[in-house]
């Protein structure tokens, strides 16, 4: 496919999107239909079209309108490259001539709703627009080594040896960040021996700040794919804890692919539709439902759907999460609270308001990460149960 035939595509596919499908299924289904794309053509797709909804507003208005054309000329104008997409070509689209656009101007420079920009401001202060710019900007693709099994010096050079460069990342102990190769990374003998697993360095850090100690009881309250619950499991291992690990989601279909992940790795977890059956628990975690203000880079969609009405409803709902973590620990156990996001309201709000209703609990620990550390955004707070 020449420049032009793939803007063409990346214009169907967001046009879809912008008429409420998702990202990932309109890409599946324009895939599914151009048989004749390669690889590299629905890579670079892909590659587009989340480009251009990381960039909606402002290159909506480079483009001269909130539409699929719109986006794509926009992100061709910020490129440099309105004349190899837009050539007129048959497979490619019309070209642009004088179409019209404009400078971005507000929150549209930034890519940032005009409701949540002083929301974001106010929890992240004079690191907002630094943030924001890289919320714009694509993830970069972290491992986390399988320390139960390999070392990250040793996982490291495993991973060049097929091809896949990988450099050290400082945000936790086992992560590493792909430079190189990163699709070829799922078709690894790395990965498919379970010696690294696709997994942000913030979010391998906030698993690595959960206290174990030998003998615990541990459970993952809401754990979807299960990525910190495995690296709950390797950490452990790779301490010589002997640990009792469960799972369990409140949309057990999320967690279907874990058992295989987990046997991958050589980890031992159980999957619990009721864990109040199996209370107490030593250390709960509960990384809640929250906006993913924090990995929007990864769901650019998720920016733009969410409104402040499904805000109040998620903080009702982790809210709630709180109350059940607390009854599954024990007394002397530990609730480690997480969330993949930016805002106060989700974070230090919440612990606050918890704090407040639930006597015997104490802080004990209070992070946050940033983009500007290299991975997602996030919020942590271990809190004891005295």
Same mark, same amino acid.
């Not at 021996?193 to 696709?198: F, I, Q, S």
């Not at 919440?350 to 609990?361: C, D, E, I, P, T």
């Given at each position: 496919?020449?420049?032009?035939?793939?803007?063409?595509?990346?214009?169907?596919?967001?046009?879809?999107?912008?008429?409420?499908?998702?990202?990932?299924?309109?890409?599946?289904?324009?895939?599914?239909?151009?048989?004749?794309?390669?690889?590299?053509?629905?890579?670079?797709?892909?590659?587009?079209?989340?480009?251009?909804?990381?960039?909606?507003?402002?290159? +909506?208005?480079?483009?001269?309108?909130?539409?699929?054309?719109?986006?794509?000329?926009?992100?061709?104008?910020?490129?440099?490259?309105?004349?190899?997409?837009?050539?007129?070509?048959?497979?490619?689209?019309?070209?642009?001539?004088?179409?019209?656009?404009?400078?971005?101007?507000?929150?549209?420079?930034?890519?940032?709703?005009?409701? =949540?920009?002083?929301?974001?401001?106010?929890?992240?202060? *004079?690191?907002?627009?630094?943030?924001?710019?890289?919320?714009?900007?694509?993830?970069?693709?972290?491992?986390?080594?399988?320390? +139960?099994?390999?070392?990250?010096?040793?996982?490291?050079?495993?991973?060049?040896?097929?091809?896949?460069?990988?450099?050290?990342?400082? =945000?936790?102990?086992?992560?590493?960040?792909?430079?190189?190769?990163?699709?070829?990374?799922?078709?690894?003998?790395?990965?498919?021996?379970?010696?690294?697993?696709?997994?942000?360095?913030?979010?391998?850090?906030?698993? *690595?700040?959960?206290?174990?100690?030998?003998?615990?009881?541990?459970?993952?309250?809401?754990?979807?794919?299960?990525?910190?619950?495995?690296? =709950?499991?390797?950490?452990?291992? +790779?301490?010589?804890?002997?640990?009792?690990?469960?799972?369990?989601?409140?949309?057990?279909?999320?967690?279907?692919?874990?058992?295989?992940?987990?046997?991958?790795?050589?980890?031992?977890?159980?999957?619990?539709?009721?864990?109040?059956? =199996?209370?107490?628990?030593?250390?709960?975690?509960?990384?809640?439902?929250?906006?993913?203000?924090?990995?929007?880079?990864?769901?650019? *969609?998720?920016?733009?759907?969410?409104?402040?009405?499904?805000?109040?409803?998620?903080?009702?709902?982790?809210?709630?999460?709180?109350?059940?973590?607390?009854?599954?620990?024990?007394?002397?156990?530990?609730?480690?609270?997480?969330?993949?996001?930016?805002?106060?309201?989700?974070?230090?709000?919440?612990?606050?308001?918890?704090?407040?209703?639930?006597?015997?609990?104490?802080?004990?620990?209070?992070?946050?990460?940033?983009?500007?550390?290299?991975?997602?955004?996030?919020?942590?707070?271990?809190?004891?149960?005295?």
């Amino acid at each position: 496919m020449t420049p032009a035939a793939r803007a063409a595509a990346a214009i169907a596919v967001l046009d879809r999107v912008l008429l409420g499908e998702s990202a990932e299924k309109a890409l599946t289904n324009w895939g599914r239909a151009a048989r004749y794309a390669g690889s590299g053509d629905r890579a670079a797709v892909r590659d587009i079209t989340f480009d251009a909804l990381r960039r909606r507003a402002s290159f +909506a208005a480079l483009g001269g309108g909130l539409t699929g054309r719109g986006l794509v000329l926009g992100a061709a104008r910020a490129a440099g490259a309105e004349a190899l997409w837009f050539d007129g070509s048959p497979y490619g689209p019309a070209v642009a001539g004088d179409e019209p656009g404009r400078r971005p101007q507000g929150a549209e420079v930034l890519d940032c709703p005009d409701w =949540l920009a002083p929301r974001l401001r106010a929890a992240l202060g *004079e690191r907002f627009e630094p943030v924001m710019q890289a919320l714009q900007r694509r993830a970069p693709v972290f491992l986390r080594v399988n320390a +139960a099994r390999i070392t990250r010096e040793e996982a490291q050079a495993a991973l060049a040896g097929e091809g896949i460069v990988a450099q050290p990342h400082d =945000l936790a102990k086992n992560a590493l960040e792909v430079t190189e190769n990163a699709r070829r990374i799922q078709n690894s003998a790395c990965y498919a021996a379970g010696l690294v697993e696709l997994q942000d360095a913030a979010s391998q850090a906030v698993a *690595e700040a959960v206290p174990l100690r030998d003998g615990d009881r541990v459970l993952d309250l809401c754990a979807g794919g299960g990525g910190k619950t495995l690296a =709950l499991a390797a950490q452990g291992a +790779a301490a010589g804890a002997r640990l009792e690990i469960f799972a369990h989601d409140a949309h057990p279909h999320r967690m279907a692919d874990l058992p295989a992940r987990a046997d991958r790795a050589g980890a031992a977890i159980m999957l619990t539709r009721n864990p109040e059956d =199996l209370a107490p628990f030593d250390v709960v975690l509960a990384d809640v439902p929250c906006s993913g203000s924090g990995s929007w880079r990864r769901d650019p *969609e998720g920016k733009w759907l969410l409104t402040e009405a499904r805000l109040a409803d998620l903080l009702v709902l982790q809210a709630g999460i709180l109350d059940r973590a607390a009854r599954l620990c024990r007394p002397g156990g530990v609730l480690a609270y997480a969330t993949c996001s930016l805002l106060r309201e989700e974070n230090q709000d919440q612990v606050a308001a918890f704090l407040g209703h639930h006597s015997g609990w104490i802080m004990r620990e209070s992070r946050s990460f940033t983009l500007l550390q290299g991975g997602d955004g996030f919020g942590l707070a271990l809190l004891a149960r005295v």
